[in-house]
């Protein structure tokens, strides 16, 4: 026996047998059965969702020896002939070979002739957009006066394409795109009735694949059974469809996560000999950062996810769910970008460079207004309190007290650090002790340099000599590199020509390391006296004797 193809094998052959198409069987088997039968219907849908195979139960119903009906027998000449294909009644044309006009008359020539042994003659016109306009005026003059005997079943992937006066007289149906485990159940069912071995793990990464298309699936299935020689398995599935083992993914987000140059090279090095699909590639690693954003924002998992749970938390627990965002953004715009690289291992590898190059500024950066963060705190402290603190009673605990966050500097970062910011410039006269914190922020200043500038004050400014004051508690920073870089970026804000002198331990009480360092003595001091007004620090003092030991600042909140 000739090996069959499942799609074709596995045709479903009445109404209730067609997955995920619930809404358009329904109302076709309701119209049979009452007698509202219509004499056209559009089929429209992605590829590979059932059009066809819905006309062709479709013209079994109206075939059916047993009379017309919403659930054909399947099992009388005219049932099992449109089954196999070769019902003389039952015309199936493809639109997109047969676009002229001539083809159309031809075919329609025959309309008017009654049907040769079944009750209908059904013209399945599939890819019905591809007529061209002279077609389609040919086949709207048959549907606009159509003999009793005949049907006609349009099926479409573009509903658009078609004209106005042709959508009008057809009975519209849509059918859906499957979802993942429609298609995975269905593949189960198939598989189980022929006995086949296979692992769960395996057919989700095929249904994965199909993208929502059955007939993907189906022809997946075939393909995955060929390759591994009557069973399906995840191992052989990875390796046709190219999809990379789910540790890679893990390992290369975490050595992205981890700055770790070169941990990621390696990564990358051992992604490349296994040559994969490298826009599928991607496409995991934002099904990645879905998931653990997933975890992060709502506290909750996928059900079937190809990650492990341990895993996820990992990663929840090793970066911000702000920065997790910029990852997916990234990656999805990788994805649209891959066919515009030279090659889609260059795009690819420019996608995971760029992860690894953009950095966000700290969660509470995205609150930079010193005088607003309490008030727009919620969003960053909820989001943190999920990821450090998954038990919802836990949470409540830390959420309320949350809301009091340590102070921001108020020198605020970039968001996203490496985007370069257009320098400003300031003339001579301009470099003034009100000004310092503002042309602090121009230097751009990393590292002990920019220590060095926080710990500085200005002491004159006279025919064109700059003499800063360098707090003594800075005085670990005082090298001469740093020295050096300060002058340079003084230098390159200052419009005119500048001669920059450093003094040295100095008590200096106005530099912005101090003013920072008042304002975060005040912060915690108001902190602890909230704490202590906080309703349910109150509410465990009053009922359950409890103390406020200690104050605690985490990362970005305060816990008890
Ligand atoms: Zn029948």
């Not at 573009?158 to 993942?180: A, I, M, Y």
């Not at 006279?462 to 920073?477: E, M």
Request: glycine residues 4%; contains cysteine.
């Amino acid at each position: 026996m000739s090996y069959q193809a499942l799609a074709r094998q596995f045709r479903p052959q009445n109404f209730t047998e067609l997955v995920g198409q619930e809404h358009v069987s329904q109302a076709l088997m309701n119209g049979l059965e009452q007698g509202r039968v219509h004499h056209a219907f559009l089929f429209t849908g992605t590829r590979g969702v059932g059009k066809t195979t819905v006309a062709r139960i479709l013209a079994k119903a109206f075939n059916c020896e047993k009379g017309v009906t919403g659930d054909p027998c399947g099992q009388c000449k005219a049932c099992t002939e449109i089954s196999e294909g070769r019902f003389v009644d039952l015309v199936e044309v493809d639109a997109a070979s047969r676009t002229g006009v001539d083809d159309t008359r031809e075919l329609l020539e025959n309309v008017q002739y009654a049907p040769t042994s079944g009750r209908y003659k059904i013209y399945l016109i599939d890819e019905v957009h591809m007529f061209s306009n002279s077609s389609f005026n040919a086949l709207l003059k048959t549907l606009e006066e159509p003999p009793p005997h005949v049907k006609f079943l349009l099926a479409t992937t573009e509903p658009k394409k078609l004209p106005v006066t042709v959508l009008s007289r057809c009975l519209q149906f849509n059918l859906k795109r499957l979802s993942l485990p429609q298609i995975k159940g269905h593949l189960q069912k198939l598989l189980k009735i022929q006995s086949v071995e296979f692992e769960d793990s395996a057919l989700e990464l095929i249904a994965r694949a199909a993208d929502g298309s059955m007939r993907d699936g189906l022809s997946l299935l075939d393909q995955s059974l060929a390759f591994g020689a009557g069973s399906v398995k995840e191992n052989d599935v990875k390796i046709m469809l190219g999809t990379m083992d789910q540790n890679s993914v893990v390992n290369l987000l975490n050595s992205i996560i981890s700055k770790d140059s070169e941990s990621l090279s390696a990564h990358l090095k051992q992604i490349f000999e296994m040559a994969p699909d490298y826009a599928r590639f991607l496409s995991d690693m934002a099904l990645l950062l879905h998931e653990v954003s997933l975890l992060q924002i709502l506290n909750s998992y996928v059900d079937s996810s190809q990650f492990d749970r341990a895993t996820i938390n990992t990663i929840v627990k090793s970066t911000s769910a702000e920065q997790i965002q910029l990852y997916y953004q990234i990656v999805i715009k990788g994805q649209e970008e891959i066919n515009l690289a030279p090659d889609s291992k260059i795009g690819f590898e420019m996608t995971i460079i760029r992860m690894f190059a953009f950095k966000i500024g700290q969660p509470g950066d995205l609150n930079r207004n010193n005088s607003q963060t309490i008030s727009q705190s919620n969003t960053t402290t909820s989001i943190n309190s999920v990821r450090q603190n998954s038990s919802p009673a836990a949470m409540s605990t830390t959420h309320n007290i949350n809301t009091l966050k340590p102070p921001q500097s108020p020198v605020p970062e970039a968001m996203v650090q490496s985007e370069p910011v257009a320098v400003k410039k300031y003339h001579l006269k301009d470099i003034t002790e009100q000004n310092w914190g503002n042309i602090f922020t121009q230097l751009q200043l990393k590292g002990t340099a920019r220590e060095l500038a926080r710990n500085a004050h200005i002491i004159s400014n006279n025919n064109g000599v700059l003499v800063l004051a360098i707090d003594k508690q800075a005085h670990a920073f005082m090298t001469d590199n740093a020295q050096q870089k300060l002058k340079v970026a003084i230098e390159n804000v200052v419009t005119e020509q500048i001669s920059i002198k450093l003094e040295q331990d100095v008590q200096v009480e106005k530099t912005i390391a101090r003013t920072e360092q008042i304002q975060r003595d005040t912060k915690v001091r108001e902190t602890k006296d909230k704490v202590q007004q906080n309703p349910f620090v109150h509410h465990m003092q009053n009922n359950f004797d409890a103390e406020v030991i200690q104050i605690k600042q985490g990362q970005n909140f305060l816990e008890v």
